[in-house]
């Protein structure tokens, strides 16, 4: 990568979150970071190689943003806007970490490992090709079946589910 790249990416990056415009709402906030991301020719490939973006790039924040995201809007110019990336990586991963903050909604179980707290996802499962609701720890990666059994099979995909799909899911037992 060019060194002017990831310079020229910053920029354009700090930006779009100095501008007030783009922090007014959640659903604004999601929507300009996935059209931003997809605006830059220099993140295409790397964006490619990321499962979970790519599925991120494509919810529509419209309806799907989480009651009460951990994130406060007047502060993410402070937060992710101030940050100097290294390289397309690291500022891959803070766009994507806030995206799936701004959709995902906790449960009221902690992690087994860390003690964080676990979020809901939709897992496709590579062994049944069949879709399951789990709880995902964010900070360590442990993932588990909603009886709190660890999940062993291999991930397909994972997805992020609003309130009303959870809700769903699990009155269908
Ligand atoms: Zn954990």
């Known amino acids: ?33 996935v059209v931003w991301v997809k605006s830059k020719e220099e993140l295409k490939e790397e964006v490619e190689k990321d499962e979970r973006l790519t599925v991120l790039l494509s919810v529509d924040p419209c309806g799907n943003i989480t009651e009460t995201p951990d994130i406060l809007l007047e502060m993410e110019k402070d937060r992710l806007g101030s940050i100097k990336y290294e390289n397309i990586d690291n500022m891959l991963m803070g766009i994507r970490d806030t995206l799936w903050d701004l959709v995902t909604v906790y449960s009221n179980k ?11 996802v939709m897992v496709e499962n590579e062994t049944t090709n069949g879709k399951e ?35 769903n899911y699990l009155a269908k037992g």
């Not at 902690?110 to 809901?120: A, K, Q």
């Open 1 to 33: 990568m060019k060194k002017n790249e990831i310079y020229e990416l910053n920029k354009s990056f700090n930006e779009l979150l100095s501008d007030k415009k783009t922090t007014l709402t959640y659903e604004g906030y999601y929507s300009a970071l």
């Open 133 to 167: 609701l789990t709880l995902e720890c964010d900070t360590c990666g442990w993932l588990e079946h909603l009886d709190g059994r660890e999940w062993e099979s291999g991930v397909v995909k994972m997805y992020p589910v609003d309130k009303k799909e959870i809700e």
């Open 110 to 120: 902690d992690c087994p490992i860390c003690d964080d707290g676990l979020r809901y």
